[in-house]
């Protein structure tokens, strides 16, 4: 693994990681234009990062048809722009009823890495083009950011304990898959306060940053809005926390559990 990774692997880890090839798809669309949703990244007692997502609506038209365009920023704050500055920008527009892509970009400057990408997404000839080529696909594949999204829209009520599942996404130059496994629900605290949450433990490639036996947990809440609020990882020298910290703009009130 790359050391650029080191700050935003984590988050784009977690806005990737949950999602099904062949899951279905909940008849409502859990988000809106207008969505607003912030995290923050720490590392230890440190403030490391802040991300900020945005959907959109767009006055492009992909294949003739509307489309929410979905925005989403990283930067590493306070000490860490000092240790490994990172300013990244990702782009996404997806059909608002399918909720798959249409077209992709990424611009990212993380120390004295540069990196940017342009992706499309051909569903009728099941083509990805990209800045390295074309590539084939078959069912469902997602850049991470609309992965994200039709993932909040995944039917889980008749999930079980230990029930694994796949996803497929694509990312720079190919089609990669990650497993994630449900471990049921329990009540998480975040910046917005306490939730009822789904948990899961996504599956991840020790390396660099984590360690051989590193676990990987994700809380996401159990209501219509379906929003992770909190992540937790360990690292090979301490560990990283994702908290959710500002939602505006939500299609559903936010419930916290009242104490």
């Known amino acids: 693994m790359k050391k650029y990774y080191l700050v935003l692997i984590f988050i784009t880890g977690i806005i990737r990681a949950f999602s099904q090839d062949q899951a279905t798809k909940t008849k409502e669309v859990a988000f809106q234009a207008g969505e607003q949703i912030t995290y923050k990244l720490k ?3 440190f403030s ?6 945005k959907v959109e609506n767009t006055a492009l038209r992909f294949e003739g ?15 860490f722009n000092l240790l490994f500055k990172t300013r990244n920008e990702y782009h996404s527009y997806i059909d608002p009823v399918t909720l798959l892509p249409y077209y992709y970009s990424e611009n990212r400057q993380e120390s004295k890495y540069r990196h940017s990408d342009k992706v499309t997404f051909d569903h009728e000839k099941n083509i990805i083009t990209a800045d390295k080529g074309k590539f084939p696909f078959t069912g469902n594949v997602f850049d991470f950011l609309s992965c994200y999204y039709f993932a909040r829209n995944i039917d889980v009520s008749h999930l079980s304990i230990g ?4 996803l497929r996404y694509f990312l720079e130059d190919g089609i990669h898959s990650l497993t994630i496994t449900y471990l049921g629900k329990e009540q998480v605290k975040c910046g917005l306060g306490t939730f009822n949450c789904l948990k899961f433990n996504p599956t991840i490639i020790p390396g660099r940053i984590f360690k051989k036996n590193s676990m990987l947990y994700l809380w996401i809440t159990d209501d219509k809005n379906r929003i992770p609020i909190k992540a937790h990882v360990e690292l090979i020298v301490g560990s990283l926390v994702m908290d959710l910290s500002q939602a505006s703009g939500l299609k559903y009130p936010l419930n916290p559990v009242k104490k």
Not at 48 to 53: L, P
Not at 65 to 79: D, E, Y
Not at 163 to 166: Q, S, T
């Open 43 to 45: 590392y230890g007692i």
């Open 48 to 53: 490391a990062a802040e991300a900020v997502i």
């Open 65 to 79: 048809q509307p489309a929410f365009h979905i925005n989403a920023s990283a930067k590493t704050i306070g000490t």
């Open 163 to 166: 029930e694994k599942l796949e």
